[in-house]
């Protein structure tokens, strides 16, 4: 059952922009924190960024701070990655996941609910 989807991913140039949708149908969502975990091919899957329940507490892995944005909207059940000034570094295919047992985690196992992932392409 598809209850997390990512969206938005795509081919961009070096210094570029996308923002990555993550639409979810878990009645949970909105007491769950939600995070951005990225995979590239070959490598671990790597935390990116999470999101508080209320959207109070922000973390971001430091290869993406002063780059990515996290925000999340409950009355739409979406959360979004803002990626700015992209790096050919960032390439992999990006995940959203749901942890409703935590306030904020960048941990991989704390999250519960997994979506498909999305990929996103930095070209140099």
């Known amino acids: 059952q598809v209850q997390l989807v990512e969206s938005g991913g795509g081919l961009v140039q070096a210094g570029g922009s996308l923002r990555l949708s993550c639409a979810a149908s878990?009645?949970?969502?909105?007491?769950?924190?939600v995070g951005w975990f990225r995979q590239a091919p070959g490598k671990e899957r790597d935390s990116v960024s999470t999101?508080?329940?209320?959207?109070?507490?922000?973390l971001y892995t430091d290869s993406v701070k002063g780059r990515f944005t996290i925000s999340r909207d409950n009355a739409k059940n979406t959360v979004y990655l803002q990626m700015n000034s992209l790096k050919p570094e960032d390439t992999a295919v990006y995940y959203c996941?749901?942890?409703?047992?935590?306030?904020?985690?960048?941990?991989?196992?704390?999250?519960?609910?997994w979506g498909q992932g999305t990929q996103v392409t930095v070209s140099s």
């Open positions: 878990l009645r949970t969502f909105s007491n769950s924190a």
């Open positions: 996941a749901a942890a409703p047992r935590y306030y904020a985690t960048l941990r991989a196992s704390d999250y519960d609910f």
């Open positions: 999101i508080s329940w209320n959207g109070g507490s922000t």
